[in-house]
C-alpha cells in the first residue's frame, strides 16, 4: 500500500449514521495520543521472549534497529538467536509445559537460546578453573511470564497503544497490514470497481481501515476501546481520509441493530477471534452486517505456526512439543491468553454460516522464522521480504505454517 488514493475510486459523501451508540467521528476529536499509564508486562517485568506475533505483541523494550556494519552478521544473528537483536517485541509464549517447570496453569517465561544458562563441554586436556564450593542457593520464586489478567476490555486494549504502535511499525507489523491489504484488494476490485461500503469489526486504531480508505472505500470501524478508536480518528485525519472513517463504539458480539442490518458490502474481523470465547458465535456475528454476496475476510493466528514458532525462536523443542497439542499461548502486551485456531476449523465454521468460496492466504509465511530480526528492518532486506511473502501468500503449503491465516469468502446470496 503506497498511501496514495486510487483516482478512479469517487468519493463517497461523508455518510453519518446515527447507531443509537457512541460514535467517535475524525474530525470530531482532538489528539489521538495514546493514554499515558502503565503497559501490561513493561519495562518492569522481565525481558520477555521475542518472536513476531500478529496481534498479540508482548511489551519487549522497542525494538533497536541495527544498522549493518561489516562483520556484524554473523554477530547480530547470534544475538538474535539469543533474543538480544531481535528486537522481535511481539510475542506469544509457549504453552505450559508439563513437569516441574510448569508453574501452575499460566505461561512461564523461557529464555531464549544463548540467553539460557548452558553447560559448555570442556575440551579434553584443556586447563580447568578451579573448582569453587556451592553455596546453596535461596530459593527464587519462580519466573513468570503469566499475562496479568485485566479485567475491563477495553482498558486492557487501550492500555497497551503505544506498545502496539511500535509492533505496527515493526517490519512484521508492516507485513501483515501489506499482505492483507493486497489479498483484500484483488477481491474488491472483482467485486465492484466502484467505492465499497467496509465494515472493520474489532478494527483496533485503523490499520487495515485507513488503507482501505486510501482506496475510496468509505470505512466504519467497530471496537470497543475507545483509546483504540481515538487513534483510528486521528490517522484518518492524518492522512486527509476523516470523511471516509467512521468509528463505533460497540461488542462486536452485540452489534447495535443499525450496523448488524447495515448490508455492507465488505467486512473484516481480524485479530479478533483469539479474544472471543466462541469463535463460531463471533463468526456469525460479523457475518450479520454482511450484504448477500458481500466478502467477509477473517485473519487469525495460525495455532499450526505455533510450534514451529516455539521452536526456531526459543530454542525450546519440549514446548513446541506440547504446543502441538494446544490452542492456548499467553500475551503480554494485550494482558490475555489467547485461543489460537486453524484455517481448515474457522472455513467449517464460515461454510456452517452459509459462506461460499474460501479462500485461505498465509500472512507471513517466513518473516517470523528468520531470527535475524535486525535485518527486516534495512530497507532493501524488508522490500525482498515483501516480495517474497506476497509471493507465498496464496501458495501450498507455505499459508499452512504462515504466522497467521486470512481468509476470504463470500456471503450466499
Ligand atoms: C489485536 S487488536 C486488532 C485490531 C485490528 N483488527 C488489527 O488487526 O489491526 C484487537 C482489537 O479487538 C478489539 N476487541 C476485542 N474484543 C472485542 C469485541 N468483543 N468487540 C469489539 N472489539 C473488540 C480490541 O479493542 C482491539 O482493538
Known amino acids: 500500500m503506497d498511501g496514495r488514493r486510487a483516482p478512479r475510486h469517487p468519493r463517497p459523501s461523508a455518510a453519518v449514521i446515527d447507531y443509537g451508540v457512541k460514535r467517535i467521528t475524525p474530525a470530531s476529536r482532538g489528539s489521538a495520543e495514546p493514554p499515558a499509564g502503565p503497559v501490561p508486562g513493561g519495562q518492569d517485568q522481565q525481558a520477555p521472549v521475542r518472536v513476531p506475533e500478529d496481534d498479540a505483541p508482548d511489551s519487549s523494550p522497542p525494538p533497536v534497529p541495527v544498522r549493518p556494519s561489516p562483520g556484524r552478521g554473523r554477530h547480530r544473528a547470534r544475538e538474535a538467536r539469543a533474543g538480544r537483536a531481535s528486537g522481535a517485541g511481539p510475542g506469544t509464549v509457549a504453552p505450559p509445559r508439563a513437569g516441574p517447570e510448569h508453574t501452575g496453569g499460566g505461561y512461564r517465561h523461557r529464555m531464549s537460546g544463548a540467553a539460557e544458562a548452558r553447560e559448555v563441554p570442556t575440551a579434553p586436556g584443556a586447563p580447568t578453573a578451579p573448582k569453587t564450593p556451592r553455596v546453596p542457593e535461596t530459593p527464587k520464586p519462580p519466573k513468570t511470564t503469566e499475562a496479568p489478567e485485566v ?32 489479498n483484500l484488494v484483488r477481491h474488491c476490485e472483482a467485486l465492484s470497481d466502484g ?11 485503523g490499520g487495515d481501515a485507513v488503507r482501505l480508505a486510501a482506496r475510496g472505500h468509505h470505512v466504519t470501524i467497530v471496537d470497543l476501546a475507545p483509546a483504540m478508536l481515538e487513534a483510528a480518528a486521528g490517522r484518518a485525519r492524518e492522512a486527509g481520509l476523516a470523511d471516509l472513517v467512521d468509528c463505533v463504539e ?12 447495515g448490508g455492507f458490502d465488505v467486512v473484516l474481523c481480524h485479530n479478533l477471534l483469539a ?19 458481500g466478502l467477509f475476510s477473517v ?44 484455517a481448515e476449523e474457522v472455513t467449517r465454521h464460515l461454510t456452517g454460516l452459509g459462506c461460499r468460496d474460501v479462500r485461505h492466504y498465509g500472512v507471513r509465511s517466513v518473516c517470523d522464522y528468520l531470527v535475524d530480526d535486525a535485518r527486516k528492518y534495512e530497507p532493501a532486506f524488508y522490500a525482498e521480504l515483501e516480495s517474497l511473502e506476497l509471493a507465498l501468500t496464496d501458495r501450498h503449503p507455505y499459508m499452512h505454517t504462515a504466522r497467521l491465516f486470512q481468509l476470504i469468502a463470500r456471503k450466499d446470496g
Not at 277 to 293: I, V
Not at 306 to 330: H, I, K, N, W, Y
Request: glycine share 8%; aromatic share 6%; hydrophobic share 45%.
Open 250 to 261: 460497540a461488542d462486536v458480539d452485540r452489534l447495535p441493530a443499525g450496523l448488524a442490518g
Open 299 to 342: 485473519m487469525a493466528l495460525n495455532r499450526h505456526s505455533q510450534p514451529l514458532t516455539v521452536a526456531v525462536r526459543e530454542t525450546d523443542l519440549p514446548a513446541a512439543v506440547a504446543a502441538l497439542d494446544s490452542d492456548r499461548a499467553g500475551t503480554r502486551m494485550f494482558g490475555s491468553t489467547l485461543t489460537l485456531h486453524t
Open 275 to 293: 479474544y472471543a470465547d466462541d469463535a463460531r458465535h463471533t463468526l456469525g456475528a460479523a457475518l450479520a452486517p454482511l450484504r448477500p454476496d
Open 195 to 205: 467505492p465499497l461500503r467496509v465494515l472493520d469489526l474489532a478494527g483496533g486504531d
Open 151 to 182: 479485567p475491563d476490555p477495553a482498558q486492557k486494549f487501550g492500555r497497551a497503544m503505544s506498545v502496539w504502535k511500535e509492533w505496527q511499525e515493526a517490519p512484521w507489523g508492516r507485513l501483515r497490514y501489506a499482505i492483507a491489504e493486497a
